[in-house]
């Protein structure tokens, strides 16, 4: 929700690629997530832990990932309900050690890693325990945006879903 416009960004999205899953990010109250759910977001996402958002998506059986960073916050989260906790901002305070340190006594919680991660961290959070990574900036970057270059936010896309699914092959091996 800070980018302007974004739920008439949602919208558009949702109407051009029907099958593209959008989701709507700090989304900080139910009445703002009401209105990204009706421009056809069909997840939610918060910087943190918002207990009205929460309950809010989950009556409408919505997929819902709040963001936490202390182990309070993210047990608090993962005992409200949600199938996904987001750890953000993750790089600043440690990137994939922090995953890893948060797994040891939380291995029942399903960890997003979001903030800071990037084409050379990426397959490090996913082996260090994370279930998937949000990206940002180093997804879609200002500028091309800016250029409708939607080519070179597609290439992107495709290097982190490989980068992804290398990291979770070599964790399979092991």
């Not at 800070?2 to 700090?26: F, K, N, S």
């Not at 901002?89 to 291995?107: N, Q, S, T």
């Not at 996913?126 to 500028?143: D, F, H, T, V, Y």
Request: glycine fraction near 8%; proline fraction near 6%; hydrophobic fraction near 50%.
């Amino acid at each position: 929700m800070t980018v302007p416009g974004a739920v008439d960004v949602i919208a558009q999205l949702a109407r051009t690629y029907p099958g593209l899953i959008v989701g709507a990010g700090t989304v900080l109250d139910a009445d703002t997530a009401q209105r990204c759910l009706d421009a056809g977001a069909r997840f939610l996402t918060s910087p943190g832990l918002v207990p009205e958002v929460v309950e809010f998506a989950q009556k409408k059986d919505t997929v819902i990932i709040p963001g936490a960073l202390t182990p309070s916050e993210v047990i608090a989260a993962w005992k409200s309900g949600v199938d996904f906790v987001k750890i953000f901002p993750c790089a600043p305070v440690g990137g994939d050690k922090y995953i890893r340190a948060l797994k040891v006594p939380l291995p029942q919680v399903s960890f997003i890693a979001s903030g800071g991660v990037n084409q050379l961290t990426a397959a490090d959070f996913i082996r260090a325990g994370a279930s998937a990574i949000g990206i940002g900036a180093e997804l879609m970057p200002r500028e091309a945006l800016q250029k409708r270059k939607a080519e070179w936010i597609h290439e992107l896309a495709r290097r982190f879903i490989a980068i992804v699914r290398s990291a979770r092959a070599e964790i399979a091996t092991v």
